[in-house]
């Protein structure tokens, strides 16, 4: 369902988070500011990280000052401001692996939303694809996935629920060497 709250305007990012009090009233900002990024996109694909590195996501002050950005600056938004004004909602990154797509030759198959909970149900809010918009109430994020892969119209290879949008670097385990005797 899209956001019929009123928006509530606010001067700064801290007086958003003294005057917001839950998901309706970033979701109504949302989908009163939001302006998709195309050339941040291509930006963000696959193919250009691999040559040119990790590019920062907009922090949610930055954010809140151009909100302008694709669905991983979208999801830190609302994940971080929710956790302030409503963390009840539990808030969690959700990232959905499509089949990869083509844009101008570059690579994008990563999509990123905001599952939350209320009431012992979830909802996904937080879709660049959908600004404003609250979809739920689900029994689980499988149940989301199933229908979101419907109204896309793409195959989802895998998601997961995060508590970051930053990869984590897998760490090699420290072991004892072979001849070495057990510690006791």
């Known amino acids: ?5 009123a928006v509530k305007e606010a001067p700064s990012y801290a ?6 009090h839950g998901i309706d009233d970033i ?3 949302i989908g009163a500011h939001f302006e998709y990024d195309m050339a941040r996109a291509v930006q963000l694909s696959e193919t250009q990280r691999s040559r040119s590195g990790p590019i920062a996501i907009h922090a949610p002050e930055q954010f809140f000052l151009r909100p302008s950005g694709v669905c991983v600056d979208l999801a830190r938004f609302v994940v971080e401001t929710l956790r302030v004004v409503d963390p ?29 909970r209320h009431e012992g149900r979830y909802y996904v809010s937080g879709d660049s694809k959908r600004p404003g918009h ?11 996935i199933a229908e979101y892969a419907r109204y896309r119209g793409r195959a989802i290879v895998a998601f997961s629920e ?23």
């Open 88 to 116: 009840a909602r539990k808030p969690t990154y959700l990232m959905i692996e499509f089949d990869p797509v083509m844009l101008s030759g570059n690579t994008l198959r990563r999509h990123w939303v905001v599952a939350h």
């Open 134 to 144: 609250v979809a739920g109430p689900y029994a689980s994020v499988q149940e989301y």
């Open 1 to 5: 369902m899209a956001s019929r709250h």
């Open 27 to 29: 979701n109504a900002w």
């Open 15 to 20: 007086e958003a988070l003294r005057l917001w």
């Open 162 to 184: 995060r508590e970051t949008y930053e990869r984590t670097m897998r760490t090699r385990a420290v072991g004892r060497e072979r001849n070495e005797p057990p510690a006791e």
